[in-house]
């Protein structure tokens, strides 16, 4: 294997916008995702170079992707990138050294493949961008300990944090069919909930819609039901990462939560964006695992390895925003709410992995395991509306002038995360964007 | 439409075995289900009749399904039943009509139907049954009051069955990734619990292996994102049952479960019968809901329709046993651990179904809705051990001498089901097996 150049912030590509300072997919990038493409209205695996994407099962069909590089073709010519997930790590180091050979400036010159690539090069604003893969099973954990201790604290000032939390990686699994790629609208959920002062529940509207500010990692190879990874081998299963918001309608989980845990005060929507951050991509990134405080106990021996302490956190940056119907009609831009870090976690997303396999369960490539929201120390990192506003408490005042508790109808959400360092190029992830839309009227029968 | 005389008790069939009093196939059944062709080696939709199954593809292949039965033959084609569970319930008549027809006694004179299934009728013994169909997304309520008020005065003595009960069919998703076919052996799994006079968590087999006897309703018609099902409407889009096994391991559950519910003492293995039973076949036995105590709230006005009261719940009889690895040594049959009821549900599945896309949540065909632990209010219709030997402290005595707190290795657990009263056939939900074997050694990183 030739040295890895892929991440020399030197690089740059025959794609100008790629090159444009603060683009989030430079060549140093290339984020995988799907798009239905606007003649043919098929998903296609693509790959994001700064404004454009590159069609790849194109790539594949002209015979691209040649000799021993056919599995890779292969898996690119599918509707979604799992066949590409299943292949495991070396498939995805060995399909970014290739586009990055393809993509980068001076391979115009020597091996002609610009003239080769324009022909199916596209605007990414011309086609309608999918959800990625095809989500097998989804689970949401809560690995951020601020944010497991402030909602703790609002709903048991006793005890915020429980015994388990600093032990098992806590999580549940969350709703797969409506998993939807950023830009669907999120129509505001009813159900059941009781008011602090009324005697019995009543189904409304939610008044409590809320954000998660999150991000999601994609399963790559799976493991056989029944056996488990070692943590050694945990990276090997881990594809790439989005941007999840995990929507969730507090007034209904309040009211629904206990003893099974949160149900449909979540099912109704969780966005994510739709390019994946490959792990290659990352790699510059890697920080070690969060220092645990004194007095917390050492993770326990299958969840702890060198790798993992020295390398198994990500230097990922974090900001939510919101703009308000009014905020969009006066042409103001979002307003950011908070920032965050991934570095705030309190388990790395290889603890996660191994966990979830750790009882025989098997991962599936296409499973989603997102982090649970991530929020900080801060009080200006906190992850979601509810911590921000304190439960409703502390209202965030917009520049209109607006206040928000919670989300109105017509407010945009919108995540946004990237990594950024000296001596390396800006990996973005894009963005995950979704419009809160009226609920429908609720059918009594 | 002519008159549906499918269930008319003096029907036989012309397939010997199907008239075997005691069948659970009889011709008024006609469950579907899939198969792997011992030759061909793929996966086909099939219907049982007595001891042998009839190759749908096959017929629709030598185009038994003709005409107006085009879209039947090509759902039947399919390697699974999604394709088919998405017809609705109108197909599903269409269907029950045709192979009732077809597999009658007269059919084989009049029709000639009996010379040409023959050759694509096989013995069931032959082939292996699979997964009906692909579980887009498994949902586990908790739908019996019994079991309910059973198990949380074991955990919250104070306050055995909270608040939202009576109000909120509590439910959470499973691992759609694990739900297997009856047959499938179940590893024991490891994970972390925490012994009572322990200061911290150990990684080990679970002591506490525990099943759970239970009955899940397939989704046929799926409905939108963002829209709900009206109860009215429930019935439209529920298809049929299968018996389902939700093993759980009680130790990890009990050191994982708070806040966000059970996660990796599930998620290890959910086993589920083969066959489905339509709705249509069950017709006969549809009975009023649960009869509410005196003092309980009536289901608030989104769960609550005249055919609920009516005709919402099943008569559906359980029963689950077990055969230890000395029992089978010895030639025991399995013993009778308890005999329950779906009559307890204190929730019906059209009001699991609505509850669960109240919120605009999608349900997809193939999503498996399971009843929960199916308990009654007495001793010998507990439905887990957790239950049965008050969560150990009064262990089972087998015809061997052996007790259980909780299931051992090599221990077999067989849920059976069936629906039987005066004046109607026989309705039989096949069975549902797994035998535990040994858990694999702890990686320790």
Redesign the interface.
């Known amino acids: 294997m030739p040295v890895d150049d892929t991440h020399d912030p030197a690089l740059r590509s025959w794609v100008p916008s790629a090159n444009r300072p603060g683009s989030d997919f430079p060549i140093q990038n290339l984020p995988l995702g799907v798009f239905e493409h606007p003649m043919h209205r098929d998903r296609r695996v693509s790959v994001a170079i700064g404004d454009e994407l590159l069609d790849l099962r194109a790539c594949a069909e002209q015979g691209f992707f040649a000799g021993s590089l056919a599995d890779l073709g292969a898996a690119c010519s599918q509707g979604s990138l799992n066949a590409l997930m299943a292949l495991g790590r070396d498939a995805s180091r060995e399909l970014r050294a290739t586009l990055s050979a393809w993509l980068r400036s001076g391979a115009d010159g020597v091996h002609g493949w610009r003239a080769r690539l324009e022909p199916v090069l596209i605007p990414t604003e011309r086609v309608r961008l999918c959800l990625p893969a095809t989500v ?2 989804y689970t949401d954990f ?1 690995a951020s300990v601020f944010h497991a201790t402030n909602v ?1 604290s609002m ?1 048991r000032p006793d005890e915020p944090l ?1 015994p ?1 939390y600093k ?2 990686p ?9 998993v ?1 790629v950023s830009g669907t609208a999120v ?1 505001r ?4 909930v ?1 008011r602090d002062d009324a005697m ?4 409304a509207p939610t008044r409590r819609l809320d954000y998660e500010l999150e991000v999601g990692a994609w399963v790559g190879r799976g493991n056989t ?8 081998d945990a990276e090997e299963h881990l594809f790439g990462v989005s941007l999840v918001n995990d929507w969730s ?1 507090r007034d ?1 989980q309040q ?11 979540k ?3 969780t966005s994510v964006s739709p390019w994946v951050i490959t792990f290659e991509a990352l790699e510059p990134f890697r920080v070690p695992a969060l220092t645990r405080p004194a007095g917390d ?1 050492e993770p ?3 969840l ?2 060198p790798r993992t302490r020295s390398a198994g956190a990500i230097d990922l940056r974090l900001e939510v925003s919101l703009a308000t119907a009014r905020m969009r009609e006066e042409g103001l831009p979002p307003h950011v709410l908070s920032r965050s870090s991934l570095r705030h976690l309190y388990w790395t997303f290889g603890q996660l992995l191994v ?2 396999g ?7 490539p296409g ?1 989603l395991l997102a982090s649970g929201t991530v929020s900080g120390p801060t009080r200006d990192s906190r992850g979601c509306l509810l911590e921000l506003t304190w439960r409703g408490s502390e209202p965030v005042v917009l520049p209109t002038g607006e206040e928000r508790r919670f989300l109105d109808d017509g407010d945009e959400v919108v995540l946004r995360g990237w990594c950024e360092r000296d001596g390396a190029a800006r990996i973005g992830l894009g963005c995950c964007r979704g419009v809160v839309i009226a609920a ?1 009227q ?4």
Chains 1, 2 share one sequence.
Do not use: M
Request: glycine share 14%; proline share 8%.
């Open positions: 097998g099973d809560y703790g709903f429980l388990n032990y098992v806590i999580g549940y699994h969350g709703r797969a069919s409506s939807v129509r959920p009813s159900g059941q009781k019995e529940p009543v189904v039901l029944g056996t488990s990874i070692p943590i050694g309608a209904i009211w629904e939560y206990q003893p099974l845990g949160p149900f449909l005060a099912s109704f929507a106990p326990l021996a299958y702890d390895s966990h979830h750790s009882n025989g369960c098997n991962l599936r499973d429908t609720v059918d009594a029968g």
